[in-house]
């Protein structure tokens, strides 16, 4: 994130993108990660009511803004290979901080309805949560009341997010390789060389995200590991999927490495 925010490469779409989804991966794991080191370091594994909805609609939000910003990185990549000719009009910044803000405001709807669904239900105890961070799934166990419906409405909200967004994510990635089997070998390398890490990530966040939300509103003792999955392992992996496989950001990397070290011998 601070390679591209430091270079030029911040005033091109893709990266723009992709310094977005840094930030909404770092505040994203930030909700899990600090509790779930704490409990494993401490015997007492409390979290107080409030700070649970607050991890709740944090967690959300920060998911939800990942989610929307890897539709808006699918579009750029859509662009700028079935309609390169068009590339810098269509995807000019105004439409880039477009796509982010909306990003932004889908994540809040979808967060604010998971948090209003979870905070009316009564809960009566005890109140231990059969999790390592605050969910939906794991929160409905708790309540003194029946839950159907508002599992249903928890699908519709998470579950029916995710899948419509994977959905749109594949029909995009469908078109680009119907459009590439025309080109050149050289070009169809190029333009899928581009897409690979996007695809990469898109599966491993994608996949977990879709074992838990888009079943009825039942836990496994599995649903654990996909969750640390999509919370603490995929965000880590994000950097480096991106930067490892992309020219442009190792080489602005190592020119900052470059510049530190040519400071500090200074």
């Known amino acids: 994130m601070i390679s591209i925010t430091c270079s030029q490469l911040i ?15 770092l505040c994203y794991t930030s909700t899990v990660t600090p509790k779930l080191v704490t409990d ?29 910003i890897l539709t808006g990185m699918a579009y750029d990549r859509y662009v700028a290979i079935c309609k390169p000719l068009h590339y810098t009009v ?28 979870t905070i009316t239900l009564p809960f009566c105890g005890p109140n231990e949560i059969d999790h390592y961070f605050c969910d939906v799934y794991p929160l409905l166990k708790l309540a003194c009341t029946d839950t159907y419906r508002v599992g249903i409405l928890v699908v519709a909200n998470s579950g029916m997010m995710g899948l419509v967004t994977f959905v ?7 078109l680009i390789l119907y459009t590439i089997k025309s080109y050149p070998a050289e070009s169809r390398t190029k333009a899928l060389s581009t897409c690979s890490s996007h695809i990469t990530v898109v599966v491993l966040f994608f996949v977990p995200v879709l074992f838990i939300y888009i079943r009825p509103a039942t836990t496994f003792p599995e649903d654990k590991v996909a969750s640390v999955f999509y919370t603490v392992v995929i965000p880590m992996l994000n950097p480096l999927i991106y930067s490892l496989r992309n020219k442009d950001v190792k080489e602005t990397v190592k020119k900052l490495i470059n510049v530190k070290l040519f400071c500090n011998k200074i």
């Open 11 to 25: 005033d091109q779409p893709m990266y723009f993108f992709l310094n977005n989804l840094a930030l909404s991966d």
């Open 90 to 117: 269509i995807m000019n910044r105004k439409r880039c901080y477009a796509i982010v803000i909306a990003s932004c405001t889908g994540a809040f709807l979808h967060s604010f309805v998971q948090c209003l669904l």
């Open 168 to 174: 749109v994510l594949v029909l995009s990635y469908l």
């Open 40 to 68: 494993l370091l401490v015997e007492s594994n409390m979290i107080s009511y409030t700070n649970c909805m607050a991890q709740l609609f944090v967690m959300h939000f920060f998911g939800g803004i990942e989610v929307f």
